[in-house]
């Protein structure tokens, strides 16, 4: 019998190779632990077993409820061997919400942190769903179960993950991961950023329930990288990391740019003190006057901006050497991905005009968790839009200039959030802002902004608006504005605009 050559590629086959090459390297550190990839591998293979016991495979699943913690990686790895998958829950959720995404997906297993165990225990979780605590009880569940590994791998087109939507507008939706999918992206990834090698040591500073929070360091991980883990993130202590020049990767959000760059004019040395071959920014639009300070302050030849999302995965990038050139620019796009811009009709708009951006790749989801509707709304022509609306130059470098259901029509006319928030940044006294429509008898919506004064700032509203009014059009500047002590996002960094509307 002639063997098969084609293997599954599974999100875990790239950290069993490279157990295989080095077994003793550091595959992961947080803090003063650490673990090598010899460890990890035998850890995941328990996983797999144990959750193979529980009930876990084919269409049945688990859930964690975690801060970042070096048991992350094994436990997706590993109940995702089974053939089943795990939802990643942000552990902000209230033990409602836990419960409601628990029995969406129909969880046999809920792994917690004992940081969370209160609101795990407190949720209404499926019948018979087991909670493993980490810690001393995860341990003792793992010292049970096999280390031996799995007789075969889960088929890369099934869905390994299940992180739950934002629910910045409604009801949180499963996003189906396939193995495939996010495999693809890590050998893009290694091309496009240069920091996922054998050699690279990569600074995780964002949540691991989040996408690209646990797609990029578990892409270092596929190839054979140390990841070094902040058990969450303050500017001081990102600052700390950049300054030991030890790491040469991470990925960030805008607002932790923000955050450090609020921080005492001592604390900023450590940017001069990097290592980073690439900091990929990600997650929500990196304002201009904000990149332009990220850029004096890295120095050229390292900060990537990119677009993408949960269900597309990364799909433009803004590399290093465009950065100044172009402005609130999201970049080109990635190798396998093809983006079309349509109108309303599904007809492609000419260049220069504001169009719906539509990607379609190999790093597309499986669908939304049993929301076929839902699904199908998200397509056309094979092509998914996460309802972005973008142009593109003559170049064809793409600019997204806001969500579609952040637009504010005012009077038939539309107008686009992020151009005026882009005005409001460019203000000293400002450290944040967010536009939305406020609803207006006269002309259905009328510009609202929100204002966040920088530390140690008190300037008038008055001012703030005649500053918008001298640099927009009439009917795009702000007519009214409010000061707040904090602009809601939620754990990607994204504005929840939603619930500053509510105020209105």
């Not at 390297?25 to 193979?52: D, F, I, P, Q």
């Not at 607002?255 to 609020?262: K, S």
């Not at 030849?301 to 465009?322: C, I, K, M, R």
């Not at 005005?423 to 006269?442: F, K, N, T």
Request: hydrophobic fraction near 40%.
């Amino acid at each position: 019998m002639t063997p098969d050559p084609w293997r599954s590629q599974d999100v875990a086959a790239g950290v069993r190779a490279a157990a295989r090459r080095t077994p003793g390297k550091t595959a992961a550190t947080l803090g003063e632990a650490s673990l090598s990839y010899g460890a990890m591998v035998e850890r995941m293979n328990r996983v797999t077993h144990g959750a193979a016991a529980a009930g876990l495979g084919p269409g049945v699943n688990a859930a964690i409820m975690a801060g970042n913690r070096l048991e992350y990686f094994e436990i997706v790895c590993g109940a995702a061997a089974t053939g089943g998958a795990i939802a990643t829950v942000n552990p902000r959720q209230t033990p409602r919400e836990l419960g409601e995404i628990a029995r969406d997906c129909g969880a046999r297993l809920v792994f917690a942190d004992p940081d969370f165990e209160e609101a795990v225990r407190a949720a209404e979780l499926p019948e018979g769903c087991k909670v493993v605590v980490l810690g001393a009880p995860y341990e003792d569940w793992l010292r049970r179960a096999s280390p031996t590994p799995p007789a075969a791998p889960p088929d890369e087109r099934e869905t390994f993950a299940i992180p739950y939507t934002s629910g910045t507008t409604g009801k949180p939706k499963g996003v189906c991961l396939s193995h495939r999918s996010r495999v693809f992206g890590f050998g893009v990834h290694a091309a496009l950023y240069g920091c996922f090698s054998e050699a690279d040591r990569f600074l995780v500073t964002t949540p691991l329930f989040h996408g690209g929070g646990f797609a990029f360091p578990m892409g270092a991980l596929w190839l054979g990288a140390s990841v070094d883990l902040m058990p969450s993130f303050s500017a001081e202590g990102l600052l700390e990391k950049m300054g030991l020049g030890a790491h040469t990767g991470t990925f960030v959000v805008p607002t932790q740019f923000h955050a450090m760059f609020g921080q005492e004019a001592s604390a900023l040395e450590a940017f001069g003190r990097h290592a980073f071959k690439s900091v990929i920014c990600n997650a929500a639009p990196l304002p201009e006057e904000t990149k332009l300070e990220a850029l004096d302050r890295l120095g050229e030849g390292v900060l990537h901006e990119t677009y993408g999302s949960t269900e597309a995965g990364v799909v433009t990038n803004l590399p290093p050497w465009d950065m100044r050139r172009k402005t609130n620019c999201a970049g080109r796009p990635i190798p396998g991905q093809s983006v079309r811009l349509l109108d309303e009709a599904g007809a492609e708009v000419a260049q220069g005009e504001v169009g719906e951006l539509f990607s379609d790749g190999p790093t597309l989801f499986n669908g939304y968790w049993r929301r076929e509707e839902e699904t199908a709304a998200g397509f056309r022509d094979g092509g998914f839009s996460a309802g972005d609306l973008a142009w593109a130059d003559e170049e064809g470098f793409l600019h997204v200039v806001d969500r579609k259901k952040d637009m504010i029509l005012s009077g038939g006319v539309n107008i686009y959030p992020r151009e005026i928030e882009e005005i409001l940044y460019s203000h000293p006294q400002i450290a944040e802002a967010a536009v939305v429509g406020a609803p207006d008898a006269r002309w259905g919506e009328r510009v609202h902004a929100f204002v966040r004064p920088a530390a140690g700032e008190s300037p008038e509203a008055e001012v703030l608006l005649d500053w918008c009014r001298e640099r927009l059009a009439g009917h795009k500047a702000p007519k009214g504005l409010s000061f707040v002590e904090a602009i809601p996002r939620n754990a990607a960094g994204k504005v929840l605009k939603k619930d500053l509307r509510e105020t209105l």
